[in-house]
Structure formats: C-alpha cells, structure tokens
C-alpha cells in the first residue's frame, strides 16, 4: 500500500490550503492517522494524529488553525489549515500506523509568503 500526499502550494499568510493523502489499498490494524512536516534545516515534527473513531490530538502550534479528518470510504486523510503563517512553510507527511508497521507518504510542499 502506498500513501499520495497533494495539495501543497504557495500561499499568502492568511491563507488556507488542504492536503489529502490517498492510501492505494486498504490497511488493517490502524492505530492513528497522522500529519508530520519537516521545515528546511529542522527535524521532522508531528502536526496532527486521529486516532480510533474520533479523536484528534493537534500540535500547540496548529492548535485552532489546523483540523484533520478522514474519508474512510475514499481511504483519504485530510488536513485542513487555515489561518496559515510563514512559520507553517515546510514539506508535510502523512502517516498511517498500524499494529504491523508505519505507512509513510511522499511528502507535499506548503510555503506562506510573508
């Protein structure tokens, strides 16, 4: 199974933008959903997890600005970010964990002009 990130772009702050990511088949024994990004010359960092049925758990930094869901019919994660800063530019990743290994997405470029 393969994860495809899209819908990365440049943006003005202020903006939003909305990523998806496709899983190609299914996957069994997910734990969490979850978006990292990885800004140039910093460490990759966790954005946002769904985890289970409902429950979402959102980086401080995000926390307001940033909703993740899910399409379980269409296999597609979402991240909705809005209120969008310079400081939110970064490549972004999806993830998907299950009980038998890590999927990992190509990542999707977002950059916030200033």
């Known amino acids: 199974v393969q994860l495809q990130a899209s819908g990365g772009g440049l943006v003005q702050a202020g903006g939003s933008l909305k990523l998806s990511c496709a899983a190609s088949g299914n996957i069994n024994g997910i734990r969490a959903r979850r978006w990292y990004r990885q800004a140039p010359g910093k460490e990759r960092e966790w954005v946002a997890s769904f985890v289970g049925s409902s429950t979402t758990n959102y980086a401080d930094s995000v926390k307001g600005r940033f909703t993740i869901s899910r399409d379980i019919a269409k296999k597609i994660l979402y991240l909705q970010m809005n209120s969008l800063e310079p400081e939110d530019t970064a490549v972004y990743y999806c993830?998907?964990?299950?009980?038998?290994?890590?999927?990992w997405g190509l990542g999707t470029q977002v950059t916030v002009s200033s």
């Open positions: 993830n998907i964990n299950s009980v038998y290994k890590d999927y």
